[in-house]
């Protein structure tokens, strides 16, 4: 049986009005999840033991099952599976003081992000990307992109315990660059982001602390300025021009490069926030120094950062990363053009699993 989600708000009052429950259980009980992190019932100490139980037979608090989990100094790489059968992945990144601060050498645990999926598959079909070549299967609900934070928290708590001041770890930035174009599922994103910024019921993040990455569906940009959504906005850019974008990117031929840069240019207008242009680093494609030039012209001038991001290389694409050295040039060019730039390491490539690629391999492996 599928339990009811404890984010669904109605069903939560329904079960406390009909067990004469005070309203402030309801508050008690989402401090449980969202404060003390808990995922499970019977952790959740500050209600009773028949409330527990009661609560344990109805609803759930991750609505996907956890199938597997890899991990490395820097990221964790969980895979859940939904209740119909479908993975998909989060990653929980680790960013460390560069300083030691014990006997044991140890870097400090500065902040932690969390990749979360908001799609299982996806409709785009880049060329570099896994998920892409898997197409698309649903769109997730709110419930289940929340889920992936509920149970990081958890995984967080269980790891790391609590900081200097007593608070718990925790997830402090989420951005939705695993599996999916979330703006292609806007409304159920928009109900996700609107749990993460709140603070009853809610995460409390900051809306500087939660960004949205898509490949440039121009209709989800308009939206998200004309209903104000506070967060950070990233670019999948890859390419700046639009017949090497076209090639990479399907999605450039339904919305080119000079449409997308206007609406940018709106979007930086209504909200003030600096764009994040996200641009993989692919050998003898997107990594030739008139490429880094033309990227300088187009962006001089604008509210923007770039990301370098070097492509993961993967058994299932025949695509190969930059050489270190290509890249240092490239940014260098960057920078003599007055771009603000950083070199991503793309998540999880320690641990050899790019976007998608374990479900990618499990499909392949079922077909053969
Ligand atoms: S890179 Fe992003 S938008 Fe492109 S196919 Fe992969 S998940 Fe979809």
């Not at 449980?32 to 759930?60: C, G, H, P, W, Y």
């Not at 785009?124 to 992936?148: A, W």
């Not at 951005?175 to 019921?201: D, S, T």
Request: glycine fraction near 4%.
């Amino acid at each position: 049986m599928i339990k009811t989600s404890i984010l669904d708000a109605g069903k939560l009052q329904e079960f406390t009005k009909e067990r004469k429950l005070q309203p402030f259980r309801v508050k008690q009980i989402y401090q449980e999840v969202f404060k003390n992190q808990n995922i499970n019932f019977a952790d959740m100490t500050t209600l009773s033991k028949d409330l527990r139980e009661d609560l344990d037979k109805e609803f759930s608090v991750v609505t996907l099952e956890v199938d597997k989990i890899l991990e490395d100094e820097s990221t964790t790489k969980i895979w859940f599976q939904t209740h119909d059968g479908f993975m998909i992945e989060a990653v929980i990144i680790y960013h460390r003081q560069d300083e030691k601060y014990n006997k044991n050498d140890e870097k400090k645990l500065n902040r932690i992000t969390l990749c979360i999926s908001s799609q299982v598959g996806c409709p785009m079909g880049c060329l570099f990307c896994v998920t892409g070549k898997l197409g698309f299967k649903r769109n997730l609900t709110r419930d289940e992109m929340i889920s992936q934070i509920f149970y990081a928290n958890k995984y967080i708590k269980d790891k790391f315990g609590k900081q200097d001041d007593g608070t718990l770890f925790g997830v402090r930035n989420v951005v939705f660059m695993g599996m999916g174009e979330p703006l292609l599922n806007y409304e159920n994103v928009k109900k996700a982001i609107e749990i993460m910024l709140r603070q009853e019921a809610g995460f409390s993040l900051s809306k500087r602390h939660v960004t949205i990455s898509t490949a440039g569906i121009i209709p989800g940009i308009r939206q998200l300025i004309k209903d104000e959504i506070p967060v950070k906005l990233a670019i999948s850019l890859h390419a700046p021009n639009q017949a090497l974008r076209d090639k990479l990117m399907p999605i450039a031929k339904a919305y080119p490069l000079e449409a997308l840069e206007r609406v940018l240019s709106d979007y930086v207008k209504a909200s003030d926030n600096r764009i994040f242009y996200e641009y993989i680093m692919i050998k003898n494609m997107t990594d030739k120094p008139e490429l880094a030039r033309e990227l300088v012209t187009m962006l001089r001038r604008k509210l923007a950062h770039v990301n370098l991001i070097p492509y993961n290389n993967n058994p299932a694409i025949s695509l190969t990363e930059s050489d270190a050295k290509d890249i240092q040039i490239f940014k260098k060019i960057l920078e003599e053009g007055g771009l603000t730039v950083t070199v991503r390491d793309s998540m999880g490539r320690q641990m050899k699993w790019a976007c998608g690629q374990l479900w990618y391999e499990k499909l392949t492996k079922e077909e053969e």
